[in-house]
Structures are given as structure tokens and as C-alpha cells.
């Protein structure tokens, strides 16, 4: 288990109402990364959590810098945190 690593992220910018959510989940699937993603209600802000290898939890990281096409993301905060040997991925609202 010390191979997975946890990453909490906040997106901030325009992030909501463009399909980010689901585009996370999606690329977080794609990855084989396990968390949840959510929209906070500053209207601005998506929160997301990432478990899995540091290399593909670096990678879905790296997604969010850029999101779905329609998004334009202008910060991301990294925050590290212990894993919770999450599942799979999930929308929450």
C-alpha cells in the first residue's frame, strides 16, 4: 500500500456548469484511479480526490490543469493526504 497515494485538489475557475465533473470521472476511469470529484458552491470551485500510483495520480492531476474543452481553469491547490484505499471513482454533489 505504500505505492498508492491520496491528492485532494481544488480547480478554480470556469469549471462548473461544463461538464468537468463528468470529463474527471471519465478521465479518472480511464486511468484506473480511484476518488470522487465534486462542485463546491462558490460556483467556481471543483473539489476532487485522487488514490492510486503516484504516476497516475500525477497524471489525472495534470488533466485538471487543463479540463474539458468548454472549461478554463485558472488554479490548481494540491493538498497531500493518507490514503483511504477507496474503491473506484464517484460523482458526489
Same mark, same amino acid.
Given at each position: 500500500?505504500?505505492?498508492?497515494?491520496? #491528492?485532494?485538489?481544488?480547480?478554480?475557475? #470556469?469549471?462548473?456548469? =461544463?461538464?468537468?465533473?463528468?470529463?474527471?470521472? $471519465?478521465?479518472?476511469?480511464?486511468?484506473? =484511479?480511484? +476518488?470522487?470529484? $465534486?462542485?463546491?458552491?462558490?460556483?467556481?470551485? =471543483? %473539489?476532487?480526490?485522487?488514490? +492510486?500510483?503516484?504516476?497516475?495520480?500525477?497524471? /489525472?492531476?495534470?488533466?485538471? +490543469?487543463?479540463?474539458? &474543452?468548454? /472549461?478554463?481553469?485558472?488554479?490548481?491547490? =494540491?493538498?497531500? %493526504?493518507? &490514503? %483511504?484505499?477507496? &474503491?473506484?471513482?464517484?460523482? #458526489?454533489?
Amino acid at each position: 500500500m505504500s505505492d498508492i497515494v491520496r #491528492r485532494r485538489v481544488l480547480v478554480s475557475g #470556469r469549471v462548473q456548469g =461544463v461538464y468537468f465533473r463528468q470529463s474527471t470521472a $471519465r478521465e479518472a476511469a480511464a486511468l484506473g =484511479v480511484a +476518488g470522487w470529484v $465534486r462542485n463546491l458552491p462558490d460556483g467556481h470551485t =471543483v %473539489e476532487a480526490v485522487f488514490e +492510486g500510483s503516484r504516476g497516475l495520480v500525477d497524471q /489525472a492531476i495534470a488533466w485538471c +490543469g487543463e479540463g474539458p &474543452p468548454s /472549461a478554463r481553469v485558472d488554479s490548481v491547490e =494540491v493538498f497531500e %493526504e493518507p &490514503p %483511504e484505499g477507496l &474503491p473506484s471513482f464517484s460523482l #458526489r454533489q
